[in-house]
């Protein structure tokens, strides 16, 4: 299995960004964790991070007959992104929305994803172990096809 971890804008900063919120991992710390729990699971990751909107569109969309799956977490463009969903919705390669803390429990705007009707789940609130479930679940998913 060929998973895409795709992190949207100031995902990069993690460790420096609200640490409070976010936790005090770095980016690179978090992606070092990926990179174990999918070799431990047998599966093929491939990661990419921008904070531009049509950079995300475009990785999407390379993605077409390349992943299996994807897991995404699209930062604030959660709340905003019509093409990043549109995107999501034309490769339709199941996908997974992931948010580092629990945006149900944050400021109003944030309970809006406009890609959260197109994933196969959502998982927030768990922190970085957040990625980890994702990719089960998506393996969970291809296991019983």
């Not at 710390?29 to 904070?51: C, L, M, P």
């Amino acid at each position: 299995m060929k998973i895409l971890v795709i992190n949207g804008p100031n995902i990069n900063m993690l460790g420096i960004r609200e640490p409070d919120i976010y936790g005090k991992e770095t980016f690179a710390d978090v992606i070092e964790k990926i990179k174990k729990h999918a070799e431990q699971r047998g599966v093929e990751v491939g990661f990419f991070q921008s904070n531009h909107e049509g950079a995300l569109v475009d990785e999407i969309q390379a993605a077409y007959q390349v992943y299996d799956g994807i897991v995404i977490n699209p930062g604030a463009y959660t709340h905003t992104s019509i093409a990043i969903a549109d995107a999501i919705s034309a490769v339709a390669i199941p996908t997974v929305e992931i948010h580092i803390s629990d945006v149900d429990k944050r400021e109003a705007f944030r309970h809006i994803s406009y890609i959260r009707p197109l994933c196969v789940g959502c998982i927030k609130g768990h922190g970085t172990d957040g990625y980890l479930e994702a990719i089960d679940l998506l393996m969970a998913r291809g296991e019983s096809k």
